[in-house]
């Protein structure tokens, strides 16, 4: 999709889509309680938000921080985000880009000189973005030549990170800390601030069909996978990311125009903007991303012509060899929420 063919979907659809009024909401909150609540034995752990131009409309938070007992998850539980972390990170990009501290032409070895392998003199910050890089490791060449195909891969955001922090003189998590404070994100960190005092632990299945207590390096790998957040910090994310309070409006513009093409493994066609995918779904986009960690399993996306952000945060992960089942209640719930805003 032609970024502007989405932005004549985005005017369009803001004059033709109606919002959800308030007996679809009844139905479509009384079919996600009947999701959650249906007797299963993967059943989901977490919580889920559903918000409209900004105000929470639907909260429920199911199960234990610890699988299969009794107390509750709090409000202010944190989980690791997973690939929403890459959003995130794409926007320190941007943002240092508005500063004139960088340019999406510029070559990796122009801020990271000390690599070793030739690609750093040609692969670019906007293919890092895109992961259209072709980098597989730090020491090995590229898979194939940057720019000519797409493979979502962590590599890129990581050296992003790196970029960021040269750029701006200060480290990822202090970069990143900054960016959450001016977002009223309270409960949102790096992992190598060593602030995450209510970050649950993560669980998975493992062979014997039970779930495992799973340990996670989050320290190395915040800048694609391992930011730690809860969905009301997501939320004023959502806000403040698509009301322009963190990008300039051209930027803006920049980070949700698609550049490379995926036939995703449960969501199939998706389009890639420096960040988030960008889905249109009849008309109805879908800005936002997935995300999966070992033990966390992660949704945040947004709707702009409606203005509705869901959010659904896990610590459980089942069916490990089938992602479409991991990701069950997930992509359940946001089938409920299309099909209401379609109507």
């Known amino acids: 999709m032609s970024f502007a063919k989405l932005h ?20 479509l909150f009384q079919r996600i309680d009947s999701l959650l609540t249906a007797n299963n034995p993967h059943p989901f752990n977490g919580t889920i938000l559903i918000a409209k131009d900004g105000k929470i409309e639907y909260e429920r938070n199911t199960g234990s921080p610890v699988p299969g007992k009794k107390a509750p998850f709090g409000e202010n539980d944190q989980f690791v985000i997973g690939s929403v972390s890459k959003q995130i990170t794409a926007v320190l990009v941007l943002r240092e880009l508005d500063q004139h501290h960088l340019q999406l032409q510029d070559p990796v070895r122009k801020y990271l000189p000390e690599l070793e392998m030739s ?14 890089h ?3 490791a730090l020491d090995k060449p590229l898979a194939y030549p ?17 970029i960021v922090a040269k750029t701006s003189g200060k480290s990822f998590p202090e970069l990143s800390q900054e960016l959450f404070l001016a977002c009223g994100m309270k409960n949102t960190f790096d992992p190598n601030l060593k602030k995450h005092k209510k970050l649950v632990k993560g669980y998975v299945e493992k062979e014997d ?116 089942k991991t990701f069950n209640y997930h992509l359940q719930t946001l089938k409920f929420i299309k099909q209401a805003l379609l109507k």
């Open 209 to 324: 069909g039970k779930l495992h207590e799973e340990e996670n390096p989050l320290e190395e790998f915040a800048p694609a996978a391992t930011l730690i957040s809860t969905a009301r910090d997501l939320l004023h994310w959502n806000n403040a990311l698509h009301n322009g309070k963190l990008l300039y409006p051209a930027t803006y513009k920049l980070m949700i125009t698609p550049y490379a093409t995926r036939q995703h493994i449960f969501l199939g066609k998706t389009d890639y903007g420096y960040g988030p995918t960008i889905t249109d779904t009849n008309g109805l986009i879908q800005i936002g991303q997935t995300g999966y960690v070992p033990g966390f399993v992660s949704m945040d996306y947004y709707f702009p012509q409606t203005k509705t952000s869901i959010i659904m945060l896990e610590n459980t992960a089942w069916s490990l060899n089938d992602l479409s």
């Open 119 to 132: 690609w750093a003199d040609t692969v670019t910050i906007h293919q890092l973005l895109t992961h259209t």
């Open 146 to 162: 940057a720019g000519s195909q797409f493979n979502y891969s962590a590599i890129g955001y990581q050296l992003l990170g790196e």
């Open 134 to 136: 072709g980098i597989t």
């Open 8 to 27: 004549y979907y985005l005017l369009l659809t803001l004059l033709i889509l109606p919002h959800i009024c308030p007996a679809q909401s009844t139905d």
